[in-house]
């Protein structure tokens, strides 16, 4: 069982929404928190909160699209806090254009922040957690991840979503008797600035940042009918998952029902159709289903 409090966590995307949430609920169970984003005021301001509170913080300015950059953070937060054992990689950004009238710029972006900014965290924070036998790590991926067809015109972001679910299951098992455990947090609407802040987010080497609003296609969000959760719900519940080691965290129990009819008719048909040409090369009758 993870313990919160006495840590020292390092959350990405800290400056707002759901990483804001997780940076505040860790200090108020007594983790000392580095608070890492592209956006240096928005990470300082919630280290000041946390001070506010009585807490220990460090607002550290990181891109975690850039290898170096992560690096450069850990060895601030080092230096800050000691080493690192809770790691919530969490910045994002996301889409919602037609895959093929998106610019190559904007499609790189999408999986650069996503899966390899979730991959640098990971790569940069885990060997100290595994020398030290002790630690977790959390990526925050999707419900656009597990189920690509929920959100239309999503595709580089369902992908890369999708990207961070399988590294951090199979990570899960590398990790195995580390004493390090891992989290792969699927949310699935929270009411967070995402969709009128998201270009601030991008980096120069993408075309740097934009006017704010992410391109949403008029009622997509009411076609959808999406909840969305207020993000204070949020890290009581992945917290509770650290403490006990869950692989996935989910946020919408209304959800399972998707999920089972989206796997039911994709996974089922593509078993269906694999058990008869299986069948159809047994039997010497037939050729070969086509
Ligand atoms: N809000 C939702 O409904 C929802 C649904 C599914 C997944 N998510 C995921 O949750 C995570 C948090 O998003 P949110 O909803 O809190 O939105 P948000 O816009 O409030 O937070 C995203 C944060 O990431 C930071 N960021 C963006 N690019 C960065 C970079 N290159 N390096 C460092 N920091 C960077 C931003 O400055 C911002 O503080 C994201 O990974 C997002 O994809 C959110």
Same mark, same amino acid.
Not at 53 to 65: E, S, Y
Not at 154 to 163: C, D, E, V
Not at 204 to 211: L, M, N, V
């Given at each position: ?9 390092l959350?990405t995307g ?20 580095a608070?890492a984003d592209i956006i240096p005021?928005?990470a ?16 550290i300015a990181c891109d975690v699209c850039e290898r170096e950059s992560v690096a450069e953070a850990k060895r601030q937060a ?11 990689a969490?910045a ?20 650069q922040v996503?899966?390899m900014g979730?991959t640098h965290c990971?790569q940069a924070f ?26 239309? =015109?999503?595709? !580089? ?13 199979? =990570? ?14 699927? !949310? ?10 998201? @270009?601030?987010y991008?980096p120069e080497r993408f075309?740097? $940042?934009? !006017? ?16 969305? =959760?207020? $993000? @204070? ?24 029902? =998707? ?28 050729? !070969?289903?086509?």
């Amino acid at each position: 069982m993870t313990e919160i409090g006495g840590r020292a966590a390092l959350v990405t995307g800290g400056g707002s929404g759901i990483g804001r949430g997780l940076a505040l609920e860790l200090a108020q169970r007594g983790a000392s928190v580095a608070v890492a984003d592209i956006i240096p005021d928005n990470a300082q301001a919630v280290a000041a909160e946390i001070e506010a509170m009585g807490g220990t913080a460090v607002a550290i300015a990181c891109d975690v699209c850039e290898r170096e950059s992560v690096a450069e953070a850990k060895r601030q937060a080092n230096a800050a806090l000691g080493p690192i054992s809770l790691l919530f990689a969490n910045a994002g950004a996301t889409s919602f254009e037609r895959f093929t009238q998106m610019s190559d710029a904007d499609v790189d972006w999408i999986y650069q922040v996503n899966l390899m900014g979730t991959t640098h965290c990971l790569q940069a924070f885990l060997p100290d957690m595994i020398a030290a036998g002790s630690g977790h790590v959390v990526a925050t991926a999707s419900m656009a991840g597990m189920l690509p067809a929920w959100i239309p =015109l999503h595709a !580089p972001y369902s992908g890369a979503k999708m990207g961070i679910i399988g590294l951090m299951l199979n =990570l899960r098992q590398e990790l195995g008797e580390t004493g390090v455990g891992s989290t792969v947090y699927c !949310p699935g609407g929270v009411a967070t600035g995402m969709k009128d802040n998201n @270009e601030r987010y991008r980096p120069e080497r993408f075309g740097g $940042p934009g !006017p704010g609003p992410v391109k949403v296609p008029d009622g997509f969000f009411h076609e959808q009918k999406t909840t969305f =959760l207020p $993000p @204070e719900q949020i890290a009581p519940m992945v917290l509770r998952a650290v403490r006990n080691d869950r692989a996935i965290v989910f946020d919408h129990a209304d959800q399972r029902a =998707l999920f089972v009819e989206t796997y039911q008719n994709l996974v089922m048909q593509a078993f269906d159709d694999a058990a008869d040409y299986e069948k159809s090369l047994l039997s010497p009758s037939t050729s !070969p289903a086509r």
